[in-house]
């Protein structure tokens, strides 16, 4: 680079990139990033981050569900996952017979046009009661008209006992299972309904079966959970169902039953965290170690230039891999240890331009008027050389970004945090290859690809604006 690429305009170098093709799609995936990190921030629960590896934080998804999008295909139409709570059900109250019971009944409404039958479903309950306890009926009315009575039972008894007027009462949240022996017995008694034999056993078989064809029966069902309460501080705090299904939300989820699409938003602040800080840090430190080294000359020149060929020959994997195990995983320690290995290059580029800026008649006029050092490097050299450094920048995130998919894909990697690097290590731990999982490998794959080729785009065109020597683009 020389004198001349440097003086460059920041509106000459605006214009040019705005002409470049490759950095306006570079920037396009750059905006699609921030935007993804702005989403997660906003819209993404924070205690998704935090429960990443928590299990039973995500308990109510399915096990290794294909995204829903994909039953627009070809071949039969998977039952969809739904989760509901008491924000998705329509509430209503009445007295009851005693002086302080009340009935609160949550109905929910489901489309269901599956070509196969759930896997299962639940009934979630969560109440606050004393001493006397509260009765729980579930009721399901058909598309085809027909009401069936799934489950009547008492709540489990508080482990608070309340007066006789009213006193302390303790919250309770269950969860009845399809395979509960109370909903089996209550589905006995509606085996005559079907003209086909239905086992019992098998509620979301029976629930779900057309009563004259051995096949699903289509359409809007509503699952009622009324609640019969006794005390009068007695409360409902929370009612819902699960119906299992085999697809569920953008991405799917994991062996350990994580929203995938959950885990890719969260990777898009991270990677752009390490990479940015990576470079960023790495950048600067080549640039002023190089412009010092080239402008010093002589032995400091030889030194530090020795130095950097020590670092420039180090194998740069297996040591990462050395310090993540002896030292730590933490994302803060893997975004040092990979600026230790990150500045060699740029030392090497700086340090040949500094000596040809050196040399330069206002380098030689400010040496005469007396400044230091310093000064010289700090005012005159290294904003010659900013164009240079912000395409430098933007190359080297990819680098910083693979460094740290690498590391978690090998299972060093920060296990506290989702990573795309750290999804693709779990993927191939499960065998998702080997068992078609494919939408568990190809997401955080290819974001890690269109990040890399964003930042190569617009580094590579802001390195043919600011070199006068590289093609224009």
Excluded at 170 to 186: A, L, P
Excluded at 260 to 274: D, K, R, S
Excluded at 285 to 299: D, E, H, N, S
């Amino acid at each position: 680079m020389s004198s001349a690429a440097a003086t460059l305009s920041k509106s000459q170098i605006l214009r040019e990139f705005r002409r470049s093709k490759s950095a306006l799609i570079g920037a396009g995936i750059l905006l699609g990033l921030i935007l993804m990190t702005i989403y997660s921030a906003v819209a993404v629960p924070l205690e998704s981050y935090r429960q990443w590896n928590n299990p039973n934080f995500w308990i109510d998804l399915p096990k290794s569900a294909a995204p829903a999008w994909t039953n627009v295909g070809f071949g039969p139409k998977m039952p969809e996952h739904f989760i509901l709570h008491a924000k998705d059900a329509s509430i209503s109250t009445s007295e009851g017979r005693g002086d302080n019971s009340r009935i609160i009944t949550y109905s929910y409404n489901v489309n269901f046009n599956a070509d196969l039958y759930p896997s299962d479903f639940m009934l979630l309950y969560s109440a606050k009661y004393g001493s006397i306890q509260p009765a729980l009926q579930a009721d399901v009315l058909r598309p085809d008209g027909k009401e069936f009575r799934i489950y009547f039972a008492p709540l489990p008894p508080s482990s608070i006992a309340s007066s006789s007027n009213g006193g302390s009462s303790n919250e309770f949240s269950g969860r009845i299972f399809s395979t509960d022996s109370g909903i089996v017995g209550n589905l006995r008694g509606y085996v005559n309904t079907f003209a086909y034999r239905q086992d019992p056993s098998r509620p979301q078989v029976m629930i779900f079966a057309d009563s004259q064809q051995n096949q699903v029966l289509k359409g809007t069902y509503t699952i009622r959970e009324t609640f019969f309460l006794f005390g009068k501080d007695d409360s409902v705090t929370d009612s819902g169902v699960i119906l299992g299904g085999k697809v569920y939300g953008l991405m799917g989820t994991d062996e350990l039953r994580r929203d995938l699409a959950t885990g890719i938003l969260w990777g898009a602040p991270v990677a752009l965290f390490i990479g940015l800080t990576v470079s960023i840090a790495s950048v600067l430190i080549g640039l002023i170690y190089g412009v010092i080294a080239g402008y010093k000359g002589k032995r400091t020149d030889e030194g530090l230039m020795r130095i950097n060929d020590i670092f420039y020959s180090l194998p740069t994997l297996p040591l990462l891999v050395i310090l993540s195990v002896t030292i730590g995983r933490s994302i803060f320690l893997i975004t040092g240890f990979l600026v230790i290995f990150g500045w060699v290059g740029m030392a090497k580029i700086s340090r040949s331009l500094a000596l040809q800026l050196k040399n330069l008649q206002y380098v030689e006029a400010a040496k005469l008027m007396g400044q230091s050092d310093a000064k010289i490097i700090f005012r005159h050299i290294i904003p010659q050389l900013l164009p240079l450094t912000f395409a430098s920048i933007a190359i080297a995130v990819p680098s910083a970004i693979l460094g740290e998919a690498a590391l978690s894909f090998l299972g060093l990697g920060d296990p506290s945090i989702p990573t795309w690097g750290q999804i693709l290590h779990d993927a191939n731990s499960a065998g998702a290859a080997v068992r078609g999982l494919w939408w568990w490998i190809v997401p955080p794959g290819l974001m890690i690809a269109l990040t890399g080729l964003g930042f190569a785009l617009i580094g590579n065109a802001m390195d043919a604006i600011v070199n006068p020597r590289g093609k224009r683009m």
